[in-house]
């Protein structure tokens, strides 16, 4: 079944080809370009590491995480949460007026399941969990997030 795109992005894609509308493939053979290309491709395949006990994202596990140690004690859960953590609105530019809360979710739910796919391959023997947050309709688009913990914090410092 083929993902539903986002109206907000329907009615861009509809305005194309003399009205007759283009596809997200074809819409991007013609605006794309491959340094944006670069970009995404490592954004939607994230780099993590394992520094001690914890699994961190590259571009945000290792800034701040003595004083998050300092905050929160010993709760890895709690550390690899706010360390990992990302708000989606803060991807790209903050010039671009095309950020609505329905890209963000359609974003978000692929970025969970690319998280989970990519933790899961990359460390098997620590399996993690991933959680995406969505607000209300009508909610801050910063509220669209995503994270992970790994699963074995849980036993230490459940919810």
Known sequence: MAREIPVSLRNKLGAWNNG?????????????????AVGYADLFWPEFYCYGPYILHVDRGFSGLEAWERKLGKNGRAIEAVVNHVH????????????????LSFLGRIMKEI???KLDWQFPDRPCVVKYDEPEPDGDLLDYKITFWQKSWERDFPT
């Not at 007759?20 to 944006?36: E, I, K, P, R």
């Not at 989606?88 to 890209?103: G, M, V």
């Open 88 to 103: 989606l609105a803060d991807l790209l530019s903050p010039e671009d007026d095309d950020c609505t809360a329905d890209k």
């Open 115 to 117: 998280y989970e796919a």
């Open 20 to 36: 007759n509308g283009v596809g997200l493939a074809d819409w991007l053979s013609l605006t794309g370009t491959y340094g944006l």
